[in-house]
């Protein structure tokens, strides 16, 4: 495991996090954005309470979580979707794994019965790290989106708590 320090995603960790974001799209197979969206658009589509870095000694971010509800349905109320993204200079050491847990930590508190995540099949690392931390596959939805003009496969994930009766 990483020597990095788990901390709640705050505004002043917005040009970091949005470059760990962009870099991650850049190497494509962590997501259909071509962009990374500004720090207000970011801002607003994620959930406060279930945002969090990896700071490593240096004060530096080196990877980050976060979650958007799936749906504005009561009956998905407890549903919700997160990314996680690692700088590529900080993969392999536990870095995504630290995020999860503290993901899954705060989204037990909160009650949440589910969390989900879409991954392309080609993203190995991803889909192992997802599965040590406790998600299941679901399925592989085909085709389900074009990305630079080919049709991408997502793998389809999910954690549910043990909370759940």
Same mark, same amino acid.
């Given at each position: 495991?990483?020597?990095?320090?788990?901390?709640?995603?705050?505004?002043?960790?917005?040009?970091?996090?949005?470059?760990?974001?962009?870099?991650?799209?850049?190497?494509?197979?962590?997501?259909?954005?071509?962009?990374?969206?500004?720090?207000?658009?970011?801002?607003?589509?994620?959930?406060?309470?279930?945002?969090?870095?990896?700071?490593?000694?240096?004060?530096?971010?080196?990877?980050?979580?976060? =979650? @958007?509800?799936?749906?504005?349905?009561? #009956?998905?109320?407890? +549903? /919700?979707e997160h990314s996680?993204?690692?700088?590529?200079?900080?993969?392999?050491?536990?870095?995504?794994?630290?995020?999860?847990?503290?993901?899954?930590?705060?989204?037990?508190?909160?009650?949440?019965?589910?969390?989900?995540?879409?991954?392309?099949?080609?993203?190995? =690392? @991803?889909?192992?790290?997802?599965?040590? #931390?406790?998600?299941? +596959? /679901?399925?592989?939805?085909?085709?389900?989106?074009?990305?630079?003009?080919?049709?991408?496969?997502?793998?389809?994930?999910?954690?549910?708590?043990?909370?759940?009766?």
């Amino acid at each position: 495991m990483t020597d990095v320090r788990i901390e709640e995603l705050l505004p002043e960790h917005a040009e970091q996090v949005l470059g760990i974001y962009q870099a991650g799209i850049a190497e494509g197979d962590a997501t259909f954005e071509t962009q990374a969206p500004d720090w207000a658009a970011f801002d607003k589509a994620k959930l406060p309470d279930h945002r969090f870095v990896a700071v490593g000694d240096d004060g530096r971010v080196v990877g980050w979580v976060a =979650a @958007s509800a799936v749906s504005d349905r009561c #009956a998905y109320a407890g +549903v /919700i979707e997160h990314s996680v993204y690692v700088h590529p200079d900080a993969r392999g050491r536990g870095v995504a794994r630290a995020l999860l847990d503290a993901l899954i930590s705060s989204t037990e508190a909160a009650g949440t019965w589910t969390i989900q995540s879409g991954i392309f099949p080609e993203n190995t =690392a @991803s889909l192992t790290v997802h599965v040590r #931390a406790g998600f299941r +596959v /679901i399925g592989t939805r085909e085709r389900i989106g074009r990305h630079h003009g080919v049709w991408r496969d997502v793998v389809l994930l999910e954690r549910r708590s043990p909370n759940v009766g």
